[in-house]
Structures are given as C-alpha cells and as structure tokens.
DNA sequence: CAAGATTGACGGCTCAATCTTC
DNA sequence: GAAGATTGAGCCGTCAATCTTG
C-alpha cells in the first residue's frame, strides 16, 4: 500500500478528526436528501425544527442562536423561506423593537414531509452503523460536551 | 423557565443534534483562535496538516477528498495558501495531467506553530469536558461511523 | 472520450455600519 | 446609549463549462 497515512494517537484529537468527517458526510447526505425530496436545503429544514420545537414560533436573535448563525445571515436565510412561504414575521408584542418568525400552515405541512427523509438520511449514515447501544452512548456523550458548552441549550430530559 | 424546548427522545436524532451543535461551537473556537494567534483560517491549518500527515504532498483531487470540498473550492483554497507561500504547486511527475501540492518550509513552520493553538481549543472547548476514558470511547464510535462510511480513509490503528 | 484541474457565474454567509425602539 | 434587526460590501464555496493530458 502506498497512501498510507498516521492517525493521531490522542484520543482528544482522534474525536476531533472523526466529529469532523461525520458531520461532513451526514450533513451532505441530508443536504442532497432534502433538496431532492422537498427541494429545499437543510437550513431550512433545521428553522423549520427549531419552530416547531419552540411551539410554533421564535424571535431573530433565538432563531440565530439555535441555527448557530449570525444575526444578518438569519435575516437573509428568514427572507428566503418567508418568499416561499414556509415562516412569516410579526412585530413581536411586548417589545416593538423585536420581530417573531412563525411557522405557516404551509411550513408545518413541508417540515412533517421532510421528517421522514431526514430521520432516514440519519439512519441510513449514521444509525445504521450502530448498536441501540452504542446509539444511547454516543448521544450521552455528545451532550455532556454540548451542555457544558451551552447551558441552557434545553435540559437534557424534561 | 420560560423558553423550554423539547429535545428528541430517539437516539439517533439526538446524536444529530449534538454532533452540530459540538461541531459548530468548537469549529467557531479554533477559527477564532488561529484566526487570532496565526493569522490564518482554520482551512488552512486542515490543509497543512493533511499535506504533513500525508508526508508533504498531495494530489488536488486527494486534498479534495480529505478536506471534504469540492474540486473548484480545492482550486481556490489552494490559490490563497499558496499566495501566502505556505504551499506550492508541482507538476506530478508521473501524470502530467495532475498537480502535486506541496508543503513549504514556511508551511511546515506555520503548522508546527499553529499545532499548539488547535490542541488547546480542543482541549478547552472539547476534551475538558471529557474524562479519559470517555473521550477513548467517543473516539471509538465516532470512528465506526467514520470508517463505514468512508472505508480506506486511513486505517484505524497502524 | 475519461480524468485532472481550472474558470465564470452565482448563492449564501459574515463584518461593519445603519435605523428603529427601549 | 444599548438592543433588535436590517443593509451593503466582500469572502468563500458550489455547479457547469472549459482546457489539457492520458
């Protein structure tokens, strides 16, 4: 074999190449997934989530954190799913500086049709290759470190 | 509390959501952190030490390939690191059509320094966290996933 | 004609500056 | 004056088309 290539030896480092390379593929996957099946990309599908999580609706600033987005890209990517229908803005009522982004009829009916295609791609790049096991732990493990890094993301399990 | 947020219950999806969230918050650090120490994006410094562990030179097509970008985009990058003289293009001996890349000595010199910065923001941002032995086992599955998605990437232990 | 790499056109994101409301 | 949101300029990535070599 030629292209033989070293692998780092401390773990910390080895979890860092390997998150990386994970989420490059699953990301991709889904991306394709859902720009075929729906024909909208990702981003969208993630606000769409995010929505529905929050009860329907969130203001700017949330949705940027959520979607781990600058507050101008969340302007521009809310300007595109508003054109085609999916959220709308309301002024918000308590604070006439702040705007809410909520879902519509529309947005529920897309992202309940894209649910299914996502928690495939998941399966299909991700899932399949572990045990329920194993499933359960890296997920424990994934959020120790995104507790710790963002308190208040949500609770681990209400 | 006002803001609660259900998360996914099933595994699979909450794996998901961890893996962006912890991917996004530890990427943004190290950017920020070589960004500031070496002036440099944290693309480069991924360029440079795939052409370091790959022992100095690589094929565009193969840098594509490690750095999960498109051809076009491997053009591109490339054109910029080179500019700063931390790498630089070779015709490939064997096959005129192809280009090796290689590292400079000013490259070897802004990776070995930059090195430090990375391990510390994956320590703080990630392996802190972490005791030991979790971060051998999340290495562990991380790297099923990523050897059975992306077989011959490099083998597991040599 | 297939493979390797580059170029042009364009989409999407970020930073800094701006406007409005508290 | 500070916070919420938007706008303009610019960077970085992709897709499709192109050029070169096998």
Redesign the interface.
Known sequence: MS?????PD???????R?????????A?ALEDSLQEGRGIPLAWYQVLVELR??GGALRMH?LADVA?LSRSGTTRLVDRIEAEGLVARRVCPSDRRGLEVVLTAKGQEVQKGAGPLV?RG??E??????T?Q??????A??????E???PG??????
């Open positions: 292209a033989m290539r070293r692998l401390e773990p910390r480092l080895r979890v860092w390997a998150l990386l390379l994970v989420h490059a593929g699953v991709n999580l929050a949330q781990t928690l998941i399966q790049h991700l899932g399949r290759h572990l329920d194993q499933a359960v732990a890296l997920a493990l994934l959020e120790t470190v995104m710790a890094e963002q993301s949500a609770a681990p399990h209400p």
